[in-house]
Every structure is written in structure tokens, then in C-alpha cells.
């Protein structure tokens, strides 16, 4: 890896990983350092309490993000990366240890209980749920070993950073950070 990184060279980045590895929070800090705008796939998928859009109007809305000049897009929703990862010129793949990412989920949920947080659309608060760390459990053991697969398969002009610890992710942050 290069000593600087240049984050400005990428308009389109997709930030993805299973749920409590940081996407949003790495979004916010890349965005930071880049003039391309967030878009917080959590914010654009739920409806006020939790109400799921239909399939096709998912995709619609999706497509439409994804055909934008720059982005910063956090968010798994594997079922439309075949609409937004070949438009994605640098893809990041947040892979962190299942314990960690399980206390970041739990830490979360106690933090933000019954709170929206500005990465979650409005009416949505914070809750607990089993099913939902049932999903960070199918994620961490299927899922991330498929979409690491999908990743393998990316074209020439596209760039991978897969980062297995927030040690490595902030190291790589660094790298392009700058003092105040």
C-alpha cells in the first residue's frame, strides 16, 4: 500500500460487511475526506416502523442511487450489489471477528435504545431483536465467504480493501487522514 492514499481519487465507494463492523461509521469518517455524498442504504431501504419496501421498488430506488456520479454507499442489502458494484471504483470489505462485531451490535442497541440514528431512517428506532443477531450470526459463517467470493471477480479499474481488524482499517485511515 501506498505511504499517502488519495480517498479523492474514488467517486464511487461502497462500504460494506456484516452488521455491527462500522460501515456507517467508516462512511461518515471517509466522508470526511471526500466530497462525494453519503447515502446510508439503512436510511434508503425502511419505511417509518420498520416496513420493508417491495422487491422491485427496492431495486428501483437503488438503481437510481447507484447511477449517480459520486457516492459514499454503506450497507450490505447483497441482494442489489449486482447494481451497485460495477459502478463502485473502490469497494471496501469490513470482515471483523464475530465477537466484535456481536459487541458492537449489543453496544448499539443499549446506546441507542429506542432512539433513530442518523443513519437509520426517520421513525425507525433502535430495538432489540433475536432475529437480528440470528442475521449477524448467517452473515459472519455464509454470507461474508460468499460475498468475499463475489469481490474476487472485480474488474481491473476497481480497487479492494478487505480489513479483518479496526486496527488495520484505521492504519489505512491514516494514511490518508491529515492533521487539523
Known amino acids: 500500500m501506498p505511504t499517502a492514499f488519495n480517498i479523492k481519487t474514488f467517486s464511487r465507494i461502497m462500504i460494506a460487511g456484516c452488521c455491527g463492523s462500522g460501515k456507517s461509521t467508516l ?17 434508503e431501504y425502511w419505511q417509518a416502523g420498520w416496513v420493508e419496501p417491495s422487491t422491485e421498488d427496492w431495486r428501483l430506488k437503488v438503481t437510481a442511487l447507484a447511477q ?4 459514499i454507499m454503506d450497507g450490505n442489502y447483497s441482494g442489489t450489489w449486482d447494481l451497485r458494484l460495477p459502478r463502485a471504483e473502490l469497494v471496501i470489505y ?8 456481536l459487541y458492537r451490535a449489543m453496544k448499539r442497541i443499549v446506546t441507542n435504545y429506542g432512539k433513530v440514528r442518523e443513519d437509520m431512517a426517520q421513525g425507525c ?13 448467517v452473515c459472519h459463517f455464509h454470507r461474508s465467504h460468499e ?6 471477480s472485480l474488474q481491473s479499474h476497481q480497487t479492494l480493501m478487505v480489513f479483518r481488524s479496526p486496527k ?3 492504519r489505512w ?3 490518508f487522514e491529515s492533521p487539523a
Open 168 to 170: 488495520a482499517l484505521n
Open 173 to 175: 485511515i491514516s494514511s
Open 125 to 137: 428506532p433502535e430495538r432489540f431483536s433475536l432475529s437480528f443477531f440470528h442475521f449477524i450470526l
Open 147 to 152: 460475498h468475499l467470493r463475489q469481490l474476487e
Open 27 to 43: 462512511a461518515r469518517r471517509i466522508g470526511q475526506y471526500s466530497d462525494s455524498p453519503l447515502i446510508h442504504l439503512d436510511q
Open 94 to 101: 469490513l470482515r471483523y471477528p464475530l465477537l466484535l462485531v
Open 68 to 71: 449517480q456520479d459520486k457516492w
